[in-house]
């Protein structure tokens, strides 16, 4: 629990600035999500004036997905030992001083390395805001300050669409990194002037598990690295099985490690509380369909429909705005509804949007379906983060906004290994829509069974502290 004086500080929604700071920290991870996104439409740029291969190409997202995830239970760990502030700034500069680097890059190698600097930045900052956020806020505050949160992230990857498209026609691919150093360094002034000391739990400090932290670190990566080339050689592909055995063997490593160390890096009991366990569930879903959302809406706008990367950008507004506003009002409903009713209704309202361009496979029809899929998506971001951190306490929230973020980057790496191998014959150049039609229809029917999973694992009244 917290102490009088850190109640003074953060407790009960207190901190005259606290939304002031909220607005700094999702601007922080708007910028994060949305260095997915927008790095991909740039791509192509990118390889000619590089000299890119193929792989390498995937592998400038790769490096900083890969990395990203792999690292978050690190990152949300060292801010529940360490204090989140101070891991908010490091990651906060590393993911600068990454992006400087990247867009500099003159070479291959360079660029690649700019992107594993963005990624360890990124796997810092991220847990550690949310860490924040959750401490700054309680109650129906906190429910509304996590709309808010899921909203900016939640629209990052389609705004980032548009953002791409405009940088790359316009300035260059290098700006796309460029442009996340002045947003880095207001935000870093902007916390360094609104954050309130927010110190590690009380007591003596225990050492950080840094067995355990390689031993995730590498089960992680390596279980996002095998959802990664499935989708690009198959589920049954040699690299996809071995990469997948490594994660399994690691991650029953990590667990033992857990039990046996003095201080282990988390208490496995935490995800299996009920709570946080069907917060996991909603995030890997909930980002599941919407990288499935982006990543056949992209495919079929530009390769089937004809658009270039300007209007595609263009036809996702509407997809981010309606990502934002369903996150925003599920922030505002959940203490009214309760969590396990807005889950269902979002999963189902997710389930009839991208039905739409499952059966009439036009420009139209599929820009307002994964619209309306999107506005029910952006809605289950904030009951899933609401339902696992709700009951969480200061001491753990670093850790458990960690997991909950690496249970994000699971869920778009399984998004797009799932449908990009569903659609693989709608992804040839003369593949027809047949593809696209059945991958939409799998994303669907999938909501739908996850609508009837989380009417039971959601606890039946909403999560608060």
């Keep these: ?193 609104v954050l309130p000391p927010l110190p590690p739990g009380a007591g003596p400090r225990p050492s950080l598990d840094i067995l355990g932290a390689l031993l995730v670190t590498a089960a992680t990566g390596s279980a996002i690295y095998a959802l990664t080339v499935a989708g690009e050689l198959g589920w ?18 990590f667990g033992w490690r857990q039990k046996t160390a003095a201080s282990p890096l988390m208490n496995l009991s935490l995800l299996g509380r009920r709570s946080v366990g069907a917060g996991v569930f909603v995030i890997l879903i909930a980002t599941a369909l919407m990288v499935a959302v982006f990543f056949l809406g992209t495919f079929y706008f530009q390769q089937f429909a004809g658009h270039g990367p300007l209007a595609t950008g263009l036809l996702f507004l509407p997809i981010a705005l309606a990502t934002m506003t369903g996150a925003n009002l599920g922030g505002r409903l959940i203490a009214r509804l309760g969590a396990r009713a807005l889950g269902a209704v979002g999963m189902l309202i997710a389930a009839i949007g991208l039905m739409v361009p499952a059966l009439w496979p036009t420009t139209v029809a599929t820009t307002i379906g994964i619209s309306f899929g999107a506005f029910g998506i952006g809605a289950l971001f904030v009951v899933a983060a609401a339902t696992a951190l709700g009951q969480i306490g200061p001491a753990e929230a670093g850790i458990a906004s960690g997991l909950l973020s690496t249970f994000h980057e699971f869920g778009a790496s399984v998004g797009v290994a799932t449908v990009s191998s569903i659609a693989a014959l709608s992804l040839a150049t003369d593949g027809g829509t047949a593809g696209f039609q059945q991958a939409f229809t799998a994303a669907a029917i999938a909501a739908v069974v996850a609508a009837v999973i989380s009417t039971i694992a959601i606890p039946r009244q909403p999560a608060r502290t």
């Design 1 to 193: 629990m917290m102490t009088a004086t850190q109640h003074e500080q953060v407790g009960e929604g207190a901190h005259p600035k606290r939304w002031l700071a909220l607005g700094l920290l999702g601007t922080a991870q708007f910028m994060l999500i949305l260095d997915v996104t927008v790095v991909a439409i740039a791509l192509p740029q990118m390889g000619l004036d590089l000299n890119l291969s193929r792989e390498a190409m995937t592998w400038v997202v790769a490096a900083y997905t890969v990395t990203f995830g792999s690292l978050m239970l690190l990152g949300g760990r060292s801010a529940d030992l360490f204090g989140s502030k101070p891991i908010v700034y490091t990651g906060l500069f590393i993911f600068t001083a990454g992006s400087l680097l990247a867009g500099l890059s003159e070479s291959g190698g360079v660029l690649l390395g700019g992107r594993v600097a963005q990624g360890l930045g990124a796997a810092l900052l991220s847990p550690a805001a949310l860490s924040v956020v959750v401490r700054l806020f309680t109650g129906d505050e906190r429910n509304r300050a996590l709309g808010i949160w899921s909203a900016l992230g939640g629209g990052g990857a389609a705004v980032g669409v548009l953002l791409g498209g405009l940088i790359t026609a316009g300035p260059g691919w290098p700006w796309v990194f460029f442009i996340n150093i002045p947003v880095g360094l207001i935000v870093l002034a902007g916390l360094l002037w």
């Design 236 to 253: 049954t592909s040699p690299q996809t099985l071995i990469a997948a055995g490594a994660a399994v063997v690691l991650y029953l490593l």
